[in-house]
């Protein structure tokens, strides 16, 4: 495995402003990531893709480098992942670095840690496009999912017979936390199109991810309890 470890952290959220830089147990949000990724990974393939001059100014005074800031119209509120990771990759190899494999590890995820990345790496091969973090979802399209007919009703999204949601097949729901990335998939196709996904499963507390001001405030919660 050849790696480039991607960590997108654009400036200008909106449900908490300057999230990614915002003190969390006293260190900036982003260095949980940072850290993790520190652990397994040079810093010299370690990417902060970020726009934000004051994210840039973060990560270096942590000892990482930012090798770019991203385009502007990589930087809107419609910016795909997609073209912020293919830019990353083409930004490496045009500097003589070609990777066969990319970490995205998203910096709303402080309580993803280096064990998490590295057991999802072990999980990964060329021959497929993905292995992805996940948390066993709550809710269920056989049980208590809904979609509405055409005549306006509630039936299930997918037409089942359970009485208890524990009879059900599993389902999951990516946390955000983990992508570990084909290159030559990404180059081929976007993530929502990949057909060979293998899974890494992550508790509820881990796969907490940081997007609401509520989602704030409980991580602070679960900081002060560990």
């Known amino acids: 495995m050849k790696p480039l470890v991607v960590i997108p952290a654009r400036g200008g959220s909106k449900g908490i402003p300057g999230k990614n830089i915002k003190l969390l147990g006293g260190i900036p949000l982003i260095q949980y990531t940072l850290e993790a990724a520190k652990a397994l990974f040079p810093r010299d393939i370690i990417c902060v893709s970020t726009d934000d001059l004051e994210i840039k100014k973060c ?21 795909g992942t997609y073209e912020v990771l293919l830019h990353a990759i083409e930004f490496y190899e045009n500097n003589g670095y070609y990777p066969d494999t990319l970490i995205l590890l998203q910096p709303t995820s402080p309580f993803r840690t280096s064990k998490h990345i590295e057991e999802a790496i072990n999980l990964y091969n060329s021959k497929i496009d993905m292995v992805v973090s996940v948390k066993e979802a709550k809710a269920n399209p056989y049980y208590n999912l809904f979609e509405e007919n055409p005549s306006g009703f509630l039936k299930k999204s997918k037409a089942a017979s359970f009485n208890r949601r524990q009879d059900c097949p599993a389902v ?55």
């Open 59 to 79: 990560a270096e005074g942590l000892d990482f480098k930012v090798p770019f800031l991203r385009p502007s119209e990589l930087a809107t509120d419609t910016s």
């Open 172 to 226: 999951w729901q990516y946390n955000g936390a983990i992508y570990i990335i084909n290159i030559k998939s990404l180059k081929d196709e976007t993530i929502s199109n990949f057909k060979k996904i293998r899974k890494y499963v992550m508790d509820e507390i881990s796969s907490h991810d940081v997007d609401t001001l509520l989602d704030w405030k409980i991580s602070e919660i679960l900081l002060n309890e560990k």
